[in-house]
């Protein structure tokens, strides 16, 4: 059983950035493709970012590739999520996900984090 747990959210001015950061216990943290998702409320979650095992692959939501960027320190047992250039319709709640292979499907992901708020002022 593999427990995840966020930081690193909070609210910030459109344009500003923030690290998001998810630490895992309880499994083999470099055996799981690592993924950040986005919720808000009413709507379906929605992927933002998948990152392989090694760190060396990764894919990004269209609307944030080149602002985020994911990564993985196997060593610490965390994955990151740096959000740049970040606008109103980012405001989300973000959570990482673990799962088996690299994928933007929800149902990939057996282990979830609780969440983290991010909030862009216009």
């Known amino acids: 059983q593999v427990q995840l747990v966020e930081s690193g959210g909070g609210l910030v001015q459109a344009g500003g950035s923030l690290r998001l950061a998810c630490v895992a216990s309880g499994g083999t943290f470099s055996m799981y493709v690592m993924a950040w998702f986005r919720q808000v409320p009413g709507k379906v979650r929605e992927f933002v970012c998948a990152v392989s095992t090694s760190g060396g692959s990764t894919s990004y939501l269209d609307s944030v590739r080149g602002r985020f960027t994911i990564s993985r320190d196997n060593a610490k047992n965390t994955v990151y999520l740096q959000m740049n250039s970040l606008n109103p319709e980012d405001t989300a709640v973000y959570s990482c996900?673990?799962?088996?292979?690299?994928?933007?499907?929800?149902?990939?992901?057996?282990?979830w984090g609780q969440g983290t708020q991010v909030t862009v002022s216009s």
């Open positions: 996900a673990a799962g088996p292979r690299r994928s933007a499907q929800i149902s990939e992901y057996a282990y």
